[in-house]
């Protein structure tokens, strides 16, 4: 499963990277503004930074103005994936964008319908967003089960993004699943390797070393 970071903020993407466990980022107009700086200066740096896929996103809702951002996005760096909404004009821009050799992500995908239209339309990634599912009382991980489910039926090569992960639990359960892609914000990254029993190992050996003679 790659491991995509979601956040604008490059300090973050920095230390992400310094793991050495980072696949890509995915990058939003409210993570942008969250910066305070341009969004252009922010995606080129993340595009310097990150050397995987790079999420940006377009806000026209039209046809004519979502193709005009994607070539523009695309104009930036080769990794810019176009970040495209749920929407009959998203999809009819990710044909075009399909078709002209633009790498796309589908987001706000909140049923497996819309992320069979998306698959259909040409997406490279379709970004279901289980956190905002669960906020509402729907059970967004089942989301997942079941565009796993339709894509493997069909065999897309859409790969399946999970997105708005607000745990580890998330990240266990889209494993399991088998699911192409986590994007995840990077305190839910830190928290993946820690373990409690793990802190009290090391404790305990760093103890019992000062035992033995040198
Ligand atoms: C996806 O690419 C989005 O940037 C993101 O996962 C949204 O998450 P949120 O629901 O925490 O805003």
């Not at 991980?141 to 992960?165: H, K």
Request: glycine fraction near 6%; include cysteine.
């Amino acid at each position: 499963m790659k491991f995509f970071i979601d956040t604008a903020d490059v300090a973050e993407i920095r230390e992400a990277q310094s793991f050495g466990l980072l696949d890509g980022v995915t990058t939003n107009p409210s993570l942008i503004a969250r910066t305070g700086r341009k969004f252009r200066d922010v995606i080129e740096e993340i595009c310097e930074i990150v050397d995987g896929p790079i999420s940006a996103e377009a806000v026209s809702l039209d046809f004519e103005g979502m193709r005009k951002e994607a070539k523009e996005l695309a104009a930036i760096h080769e990794n810019i994936v176009v970040k495209l909404p749920l929407t009959l004009d998203g999809l009819k821009t990710v044909r075009w964008c399909s078709d002209n050799g633009i790498a796309t992500n589908v987001t706000l995908c909140f049923s497996p319908l819309q992320a069979l239209m998306a698959a259909k339309a040409g997406a490279d990634y379709i970004s279901p967003f289980v956190g905002r599912l669960d906020d509402v009382g729907h059970d967004g991980m089942e989301l997942i089960s079941q565009i796993i489910e339709i894509y493997g039926n069909y065999n897309f090569d859409t790969e399946v993004l999970v997105a708005s992960i607000r745990s580890p639990t998330h990240v266990l359960e889209a494993a399991r699943m088998g699911a192409d892609v986590c994007t995840i914000p990077f305190n839910v990254i830190q928290k993946l390797v820690h373990h409690p029993l793990t802190d009290q190992g090391i404790e305990k050996f760093l103890e019992d070393w000062k035992k033995v003679p040198h």
